[in-house]
């Protein structure tokens, strides 16, 4: 379970994070002032928001190599932190940039995994973004401030 301040009662974890691998990020704090989990969190969500600038800029181009890096890039870092809805909508951008329709099992046109990709891009920043709620509403109520 989380680490949970003395005033606040457990929060449901919603099922877009993995509670376990949360859990291991906030346990490398050393205190109540989550600075360290903080900082790593923080640096995601730039990094992130980073990503989908290069991923508009790459569908608009039709680069779908670029796309399946970028899928595969931001599928890590997701990973890394338990941000598992976001996860899993990167891991199927980087198919279809390779233009493979993972579920399907079938190899697609380059047309058809445009087709794919453009509705992905706004279902996986709705993702993020709910993620990115989430998690700043978890260190608000633990009393981190965040100074941006």
Known sequence: ????????????VP?????????????LDEDDTHDFSYGMVKAYF????????????????KNLLKLSD??????????????????????????????????AGSALTEEGAMKKIEPLLGKVKGEYGDAEKWLKGWYV??????ED
């Open 15 to 27: 099922d877009m994070i993995d509670e376990e691998t949360f859990n291991q990020i906030v346990e």
């Open 70 to 103: 970028l899928g595969h890039f931001l599928k890590g870092s997701s990973a890394a932190l338990g941000i598992t809805r976001v996860q899993k909508s990167c891991e199927r951008m980087q198919h279809y940039g390779k233009k493979w329709d993972e579920e």
């Open 1 to 12: 379970m989380f680490s949970q301040s003395k005033k606040k009662s457990p929060q449901r």
């Open 46 to 61: 730039t990094q992130a928001r980073s990503t989908f600038d290069e991923m508009e800029q790459a569908f608009a181009a």
């Open 141 to 146: 109520d633990r009393g981190v401030k965040d």
